[in-house]
């Protein structure tokens, strides 16, 4: 089945379309009717926007609202008000339902035209836009019209966006994409590179939905160059009723070779979305806006007519400043009106953002002639315009400066057809080198490999440290104007691109709905060990956060992730030893940020979060290839080390976003891994420490229930509730290896089963045996049961998890009685607490309840006694100026985030 059939079919269905759907997938004969109304069922939500400011210059916003079980049918319709009663236009369809098929998230969007700080959401029926969107299909186009703008997709050829108009009057051209190979590094200063340009090509264009308010349309393809295309592409684009602007979200997914030790290989040297605008107006009624720190803007015309010698007048010479149509140049000083032509004309602009730490802005006449320096400063907002008093084009790259080297450019300016490049890459800055960052150093047995494992902490295997197959992507915006903006408005367009409005529902909501196994509370500070507690989560966050920006944590590929272990001796995190540098959702810092968005709506926690989404679905996760479906463990590359592991895949770290957002980007990776018990044919995770003889058969896998299968089963239970193409066997797949694992002799303790492909079921063992590991429920297994038991009435599995919850963190003699041994030498006891609370809070055992708190507090982890505060360093200790708090490292973050959450959440009123 190829990549476009495979793709949720939810993405383009109308709401009823959808639960007609959702009651296939979920395996009922007819139609769901609404069920019975729930106690306590909300009657409304209030919904706010993440941080002050409202929609802005967006084109619109999309978000996603939870609601608890039985409240709605799955078909269920929903009206959008102000706080004021003035009906709002929204298009409403369901992300995911519960079992019983009712509805348990539902998505809405909004476009432009209200300036509204809160809105109602209620059951009801939409008021329609003033005029919806219209979706068009002709043999060569997708042409979209929002009511304002009119914008022709490709169906076939290089340009994505055939053109863009408004008022009839063409603003935008030839949207395409472009790429620079560099065929070969030097290491010296030869001076020999050479680099060959590639253009889009489309290969397939769909429509995902049509509107009324909100209209998305898919285009996949590859760049090409004669008889070569590679580096795919996926690019959506965003459009709402009333909008002016439309949003582009990008992704490529790299399948070039770059091999270790060689200087040859496919390295890009730039990488970018063009397009092509028309100049219709005189030269000096030409703007070119360039945005530079924060919503400053550099402000000049093609022509310029201020600071010359001779003074056309002010009143000119102010309207030229800003944007608007000059007088008749018949009205000027006609000592400047005549010799207008010996004025030069600036054609070309370029910003280069090559670190997050300095841009500079450069200009010149046209090509063949040298650039002169037009300012710089620290970090830009990756925004511009180009056009005239007729009309133009604003363009933005999200994360600008975060995801370096970037840079924008503008040429031609002068002629009647302007360029504007927007790069993803800049070609001013170094090639995009992805070899593998050492030798070997002789690692080429397993025997040698774990020796490495034991001094760097770095799981090497020759030919393992590949990028093939890791993707990015990249957020854009574009606006269509009848004429230059003031600067004011382009503020509001720079702040858009920067932080995109993003409606949210409140925390309150999100507890009563009870999604996501209901393991968070609203934040109490009543007590004083409470409050302790939320100033550690405080704490932990805040010193994050502020070593992201002290440490530069930032760049195209790493941009979103955080280090894994801390160098008191060097007062640097480890980002050069193997195992210890980047974190790659180890230990799961995503779920401990997801949930304490979840819990208390703050704005700086849901932006880091979404970067981190970004970052390890895309990056540390293979798209393409053998190892497709599996993502790397921590290293000094996110793509470096050999094991290739479902864990890190994990659809555990992605669902958040996803329904908190409706974002398709995400929803295509969670999809993509239904079908990831595959790998398991590909390659055994436990091929290096194996004693036992073992091949991998398509009727015999040996796969884990602990970081293996809770990676399978978030993605079956969320391809089931999204009521995905493979709704059907994803259901299957959830209840029958729920069934087989609790069968097993052992249930969880058991540690691992044979798992047949064909038939989505674990043979049973007939022998019990005890295999337990620390990093079995860590991974998400916890959360993941927690929904599970809470959806599913399976109570052996129920039990059988409950056993696994009682015992980890019990003595070994505990152990030994219950199971006939003990479980061996274990860790990560803190973290593992909250399986105690959760344990604690299902049968109402007071004694787990207490022992969640004891192994929270007195076992290993963070302790009270620990500082809690940071120390302030510099130079010459290290190399900027700065904060550390050496007794921090990531796994014992997440582990404590995690159960301070879920323990407050679950036995919260049984703390010591």
């Known amino acids: 089945m190829s990549p476009i059939s495979r793709r949720s079919l939810l993405s383009a269905a109308t709401a009823a379309g959808a639960a007609a759907q959702f009651s296939w997938a979920l395996g009922s004969t007819t139609a769901q009717a609404a069920p019975a109304a729930a106690p306590g069922r ?10 002050s400011g409202g929609l802005g210059a967006a084109p619109g916003t999309t978000l996603g609202v939870p609601w608890p079980k039985g409240a709605y049918p799955g078909n269920q319709t929903f009206a959008l008000t102000t706080a004021d009663g003035k009906q709002v236009p929204v298009q409403s369809w369901p992300l995911a339902q519960w079992p019983d098929g009712s509805l348990k998230w539902s998505a809405h969007a909004i476009g432009p035209g209200t300036t509204a700080d809160t809105f109602t959401l209620t059951p009801g029926e939409p008021t329609a836009p003033a005029r919806r969107i219209t979706v068009g299909r002709d043999g060569g186009a997708v042409t979209v019209d929002t009511g304002v703008i009119v914008a022709r997709l490709g169906r076939s050829g290089s340009s994505l966006v055939k053109s863009v108009s408004r008022g009839g009057r063409e603003i935008a051209a030839n949207g395409r994409l472009v790429l620079l190979r560099q065929g070969e590094i030097e290491d010296g200063d030869q001076g020999r590179e050479s680099y060959e340009r590639f253009e889009s090509t489309v290969l397939a264009t769909e429509v995902e939905q049509d509107g009324p308010v909100r209209a998305v349309v898919r285009i996949d ?7 070569r295309s590679w580096l795919p592409f996926s690019v959506r684009l965003y459009f709402y009723a009333g909008s002016e602007s439309f949003r582009m979200v990008h992704t490529i997914t790299y399948d070039g070779t770059q091999e270790p030790g060689k200087a040859s290989g496919d390295f890009i040297r730039g990488l970018g979305v063009r397009f092509t605008v028309p100049m219709r107006d005189a030269s000096y009624d030409r703007h070119i806006r360039i945005g530079g720190d924060g919503t400053g803007l550099l402000r000049e015309a093609v022509k310029g007519i201020t600071g010359l010698r001779r003074d056309p007048g002010a009143a000119v010479q102010a309207a030229q400043f800003d944007g608007r149509k000059l007088p008749d140049p018949a009205t000027w000083d006609q000592r400047v009106t005549s010799r207008l032509h010996l004025i030069p004309e600036w054609g070309d602009f370029t910003l280069s953002q090559l670190s997050a730490d300095g841009f500079t802005l450069r200009k010149r006449t046209k090509k063949g002639h040298g650039w002169i320096a037009a300012g710089g400063g620290r970090r830009a907002s990756g925004f511009g315009y180009v056009g005239g008093a007729s009309g133009g084009l604003s363009f933005g790259l999200r994360d600008f400066w975060e995801k370096h080297p970037a840079g924008l450019d503008v040429r031609d300016a002068h002629t009647d057809r302007a360029e504007v490049t927007l790069w993803l890459w800049s070609p001013e800055a170094q090639p995009m080198d992805l070899r593998f960052y050492h030798d070997g150093l002789g690692q080429d047995t397993f025997a040698e490999q774990l020796e490495g494992l034991n001094i760097t902490y770095e799981d090497y295997e020759p030919g393992f440290g590949t990028p093939y197959g890791i993707a990015r992507t990249s957020e854009l915006l574009f606006w269509a104007h009848d004429t230059t903006p003031d600067a004011a408005h382009l503020a509001k367009e720079t702040a858009a691109v920067r932080t ?8 309150s909501h999100l507890v009563a709905a009870k999604v996501f196994g209901g393991l968070f509370s609203e934040p109490d500070r009543s007590t004083p060990a ?11 966050f805040t010193y994050y956060r502020d070593q992201v920006d002290m440490r530069r944590w930032y760049g195209f590929w790493d941009y979103g992730d955080i280090m894994h272990s801390y160098d008191p001796a060097r007062h640097q995190w480890r980002y050069d030893v193997g195992g210890y540098a980047w974190d790659n959702s180890e230990l799961s810092p995503d779920l401990w940020l997801w949930y304490a968005y979840l819990r208390s709506g703050r704005a700086d926690i849901f932006r880091f979060a979404e970067a981190m989404t970004r970052h390890t679905g895309e990056v540390d996760v293979y798209h393409l290839g053998t190892w497709a479906g599996l993502g790397t463990r921590h290293g000094v590359q996110h793509y470096a080390d050999s094991a290739k592991q479902q864990r890190i895949a994990n659809t555990t770290y992605r669902r958040f976003y996803y329904f908190l957002t409706a974002d398709e980007r995400t929803g295509d990776l969670m999809h993509a891994n239904v079908d990831s018990d595959e790998t398991f044919l590909a390659l055994d995770p436990l091929r290096k420490i194996r004693t036992e003889p ?3 058969d398509r ?5 884990g229930f602990g970081t293996d299968w809770s990676g399978l089963v978030s993605a079956w239970l969320t391809e089931w509730e999204r009521g995905g193409p493979k709704a059907a066997k994803a259901k299957a797949r959830v209840l029958s290896t729920m069934e087989t694992i609790a069968a097993q002799p052992n249930g969880f303790v058991q540690g691992s089963g044979l798992y047949d492909l064909d038939t989505g079921r674990f043979a049973v063992e007939t022998e019990p045996k005890v295999s337990v590991s620390h990093l079995s429920a860590v991974f998400g297994l916890n959360e993941l049961c927690a929904e599970l038991i809470d959806l599913v009435d399976m109570p052996r599995f129920k039990e059988a998890y409950l056993d696994y919850c009682r015992y980890f963190n019990a003595t070994k003699a505990e152990q030994a009685a219950r199971y006939g041994q003990n479980f061996g030498s274990l860790i990560l006891f803190q973290g593992h607490s909250r399986l105690d609370a959760y344990a604690a809070a299902q049968t109402g055992d007071a004694k787990l309840a207490q022992r969640a708190w004891e192994k929270f507090y007195n076992s290993d982890g963070y302790r009270e006694t620990a500082p809690w505060k ?14 550390e708090a050496d007794w921090v490292y990531t796994n014992d973050t997440a582990l404590y985030g995690l159960a301070a959450i879920e323990n407050l959440a679950l036995v919260g009123d049984r703390m010591p």
């Open 530 to 540: 409470r409050e302790r507690i939320e100033d550690h989560l405080d704490f932990l």
């Open 699 to 703: 009727h015999a896998l040996s796969i």
């Open 42 to 51: 909300p009657e409304a939500v209030t919904l706010g926007w993440l941080e």
């Open 870 to 883: 940071t120390e302030e360093v510099g130079g010459p200790v290290t190399l900027v100026p700065g904060s």
């Open 500 to 507: 995109p409005p993003q409606l949210a529902a409140p925390p």
């Open 221 to 227: 393809g590859k760049h090409r160059r004669g008889n």
């Open 694 to 696: 073992y091949t991998p």
